[in-house]
Structure formats: structure tokens, C-alpha cells
């Protein structure tokens, strides 16, 4: 409800890592570049500024699709998902991970053609497999600095442990089911006229 949505157009740092969780989890891990450029009016010209590199992670039948598409290192793409940032301890070093989980993702259509195929598939992810994901994912971490000197709740020891709670994280009803019905006890009384 509350995450922060984000979309991104970029480049194919690498080939995708595609791989199924030991729970049985299709998922597929992207590094995606991206290169902003501003006009330098003062030279007249285009100038590159600097390069930032975004983990993108793909779950179940997504996962599925970029494992059979083929996509490669260099191909330009368009990725929505929710922005995460993981900061954790791991030794002595504080590290700092951007990543977006991704909801949708294709080729950018701006730079090239590609063919679309449907598909149907489903299956539940578990707290294994995030795990094994975020442990798979740490190659791609940077590091924010050395670890702190008491161990500070906001920055578990675990890297792969699911973080505290924030505001606004409590579950969305499901307005399908009448137990759940935020309205239920609401009664409605007639305007006097």
C-alpha cells in the first residue's frame, strides 16, 4: 500500500541470473544501468552524467518470462516495481543494497522491436526463498560505511532477515471477503430534511 513505486529505463548491465529457489521459486536478477544526460549549454553539447546501477529481482511466472526471452547484456529495458533499500551489517563493513522488485518489464519499444507471446502461470513465494535471493543478490551491495559500534535495531546483523515493520506496512483488506469488510459495522441513518 505504502511502498514506493519506481520506473526505470535502462541498459542490461549483465546477463540475468535465472534460477529457481529451493522452495521450488522461479526468480530472475537483473543489474540494470542507467545513464542520465543533461544539455551543457555552455559547450553546446549532450554531456553523460554518472552511470547508477540498479538490482532489479523477478519473481515466479515474470521470472519465468525473462528466463525464456532471452534477454542479455546491453539490451535497453523498462522496469516498474517497488524500490527496496536494504542497509545491513555483514563483518565489520556497513552495506547498502537498491533494488526494485519488479512488477512488469520488457525491452524499451523506443529503441528497438520486440514479439509478445501470452503465458499463464502462478505459485507462492516463501521467507526461504527471499532469503535466498537477497544472499544470491549481495555480490551487487555497496557499502555504506563501516558497521556501527552497538548494534542498532534499524540495521540487522542478518542481512537477509525480513525488516522491522514501518508504518503503514499492517496487511490491505481483502474487500472480497465479508469477515474483512472494514464497513460492516457501519450503519447509515437518514439525512433529516
Request: hydrophobic residues 30%.
Amino acid at each position: 500500500m505504502n511502498d514506493a513505486h519506481i520506473t526505470i529505463i535502462g541498459w542490461l548491465a549483465a546477463n540475468p541470473i535465472c534460477r529457481t529457489t529451493s522452495g521450488g521459486v522461479p526468480v530472475s536478477s537483473l543489474r540494470v544501468g542507467c545513464t542520465p544526460r543533461r544539455f551543457d549549454k555552455s559547450v553546446g553539447q549532450w554531456q553523460d552524467m554518472p552511470s547508477m546501477f540498479i538490482t532489479v529481482n523477478c519473481w515466479r511466472g515474470l521470472a519465468d518470462n525473462v528466463r525464456v526471452s532471452d534477454m542479455k547484456l546491453g539490451q535497453p529495458v523498462i522496469i516498474t516495481g517497488r524500490l527496496r533499500i536494504r542497509e545491513y551489517v555483514r563483518g565489520e563493513e556497513l552495506r547498502q543494497s537498491v533494488e526494485i522488485e519488479a512488477t512488469t518489464l520488457g525491452y524499451d519499444m523506443s529503441r528497438g522491436t520486440s514479439r509478445f507471446e501470452k503465458v499463464s502461470r502462478g505459485g507462492e513465494m516463501t521467507e526461504d526463498d527471499l532469503r535466498e535471493v537477497r544472499e544470491s543478490t549481495d555480490q551487487w551491495a555497496s557499502s555504506a560505511g563501516p558497521a556501527p559500534a552497538q548494534q542498532d535495531p534499524a540495521f540487522p546483523t542478518d542481512p537477509f532477515a525480513t525488516p522491522a515493520s514501518h508504518p503503514g506496512d499492517e496487511p490491505t483488506p481483502d474487500p472480497s471477503r465479508d469477515d474483512e469488510d472494514p464497513f460492516t459495522d457501519l450503519t447509515l441513518e437518514p439525512k433529516a430534511a
